[in-house]
């Protein structure tokens, strides 16, 4: 009798119905690994991974923050200060000078900006020269026995700025004539490190000029006050004592001098303020002690300051 196809024992059908029940368990198990594979990769772009938060060292500075050392707003007031300036420069093109002086002295309150302190400098000495009214500037009658220098004394200002101010030529006034004056209270102060002088109008600065310093810290970081001032200077040189006059090539002292002293140090003397032909000297440590300026600009200070001007000299 013929076999069935499958023919053979009851041991060898058990063990192939083993082998097809493996089979299919292990496909099972393949097809369960790869459902779940393709389900948890089915997810949207970007939740593939949880963001961690970075360390706080590692974390990135903001960019709004300014840095150190700065305020926090440095950003703002310069982009303040710039408008600013701007507004300035537009009011001084259409002569409205005031306006310019009270828009820059506010910038320049908040921020030592370059710009603007150079350009207030102008409009204070356009306004302060000007037959224009401005803070710190009156007028005053001319009494009997009145004459400029007793004027100039009175209101703690010079003659040179009085005769410029109210156009004069010459120191001859006339009784009952009204004359600008200016009251303000000018002091100055030089910073050793920046090479600069501000001169200062209260608590305001009123111009501000690049000046040379002694060598080697030379110049010494004191108050002084002014007590002297010459036009065209003679200096004696040190070395033999020789005095040598103004305009000779060996004179050191410029077109103006304004000789300063200490009550709290007597013992510095020779010290002063004065020009020089030395352009290259100026913004930097240049000179045996004293202060030297352009002698354009020495001759403007020398105009605007009386002798007992305080001299602050700072490190």
Not at 37 to 49: R, T
Not at 163 to 185: A, H, Q
Not at 286 to 309: H, Q, W, Y
Request: charged content about 20%; aromatic content about 8%; hydrophobic content about 40%.
């Amino acid at each position: 009798m013929a076999k069935p196809i499958y023919a053979g024992s009851y041991n060898n059908r058990d063990r192939g119905r083993g082998k097809i029940i493996f089979t299919i368990i292990i496909l099972l198990q393949l097809v369960g690994v790869g459902a779940y594979l393709y389900f948890k990769s089915d997810k949207p772009a970007g939740e593939e991974l949880e963001a961690v938060p970075a360390p706080e060292s590692l974390a990135p500075t903001p960019t709004h923050l300014a840095p150190a050392g700065l305020p926090a707003n440095v950003e703002t007031y310069t982009s303040a200060s710039r408008a600013g300036i701007a507004d300035a420069r537009a009011a001084m093109d259409a002569g409205q000078l005031t306006d310019a002086q009270a828009t820059l002295n506010q910038i320049v309150a908040t921020t030592p900006d370059p710009e603007a302190i150079e350009l207030l400098g102008s409009v204070n000495m356009q306004l302060l020269k000007a037959p224009l009214m401005m803070p710190g500037k009156e007028y005053y009658v001319i009494q009997s026995g009145d004459y400029l220098q007793k004027i100039a004394k009175k209101y703690k200002t010079t003659v040179s700025l009085l005769k410029t101010m109210n156009g004069l030529e010459s120191d001859t006034i006339r009784l009952g004539s009204r004359l600008l004056v200016f009251n303000g209270d000018f002091s100055i102060h030089i910073s050793k490190h920046r090479n600069e002088l501000d001169l200062m109008l209260g608590n305001q600065v009123f111009k501000r000029y690049s000046v040379g310093t002694g060598k080697f810290g030379k110049t010494p970081a004191v108050k002084f006050t002014i007590v002297d001032k010459i036009i065209e200077p003679p200096w004696t040189r040190p070395a033999d004592n020789r005095q040598i006059e103004y305009g000779d090539p060996e004179n050191v002292l410029g077109s103006r001098w304004m000789a300063i002293k200490s009550a709290d140090h007597p013992e510095l003397t020779g010290f002063g303020i004065h020009g020089t032909w030395e352009r290259d000297s100026i913004g930097q440590q240049s000179s045996a002690g004293c202060i030297r300026m352009l002698n354009e600009d020495v001759e403007e200070l020398f105009d605007l300051v009386p002798r007992k001007t305080s001299v602050t000299i700072t490190e």
